[in-house]
């Protein structure tokens, strides 16, 4: 069973930065498709950026242009650097594994919250 470790949340004021990092144990992650995903306070949860093994990137367009997404297999990791963060940003940060064509794993969720 893949587990997901989720870390780097915290309290960054607007304009600052982040870096998310999701850690994947008890299976081999490298073809998986890893992904961010985020729920905000009384909303549906939402695609923030993903990743596929052969590198292609998919990202929401509320972060487009200031969020990457990137994975080291060899640590299986997946990490979502997100600068200018704004206050539309805050949300419980979610990592996910998807094996191709199967259904999605998940984090037990990291905490961002954007203060001005």
């Known amino acids: 069973q893949v587990q997901l470790v989720e870390s780097g949340g915290g309290l960054v004021q607007a304009g600052g930065s982040l870096r998310l990092s999701c850690v994947a144990s008890?299976?081999?992650?490298?073809?998986?498709?890893m992904g961010w995903y985020r729920q905000a306070p009384g909303k549906q949860r939402e695609v923030v950026a993903e990743v596929t093994s052969d590198g292609y990137t998919n990202y929401a367009n509320s972060v487009k242009g200031r969020s990457t997404i990137s994975r080291d297999n060899a640590k299986n990791t997946v990490i979502l650097q997100m600068n200018s963060l704004k206050p539309a940003d805050p949300a419980v940060y979610f990592c996910?594994?998807?094996?191709?064509?199967?259904?999605?794993?998940w984090g037990q969720g990291t905490q961002v919250t954007v203060f001005s």
């Open positions: 008890g299976s081999i992650v490298r073809e998986y498709i």
């Open positions: 996910s594994a998807a094996p191709p064509g199967l259904d999605n794993h």
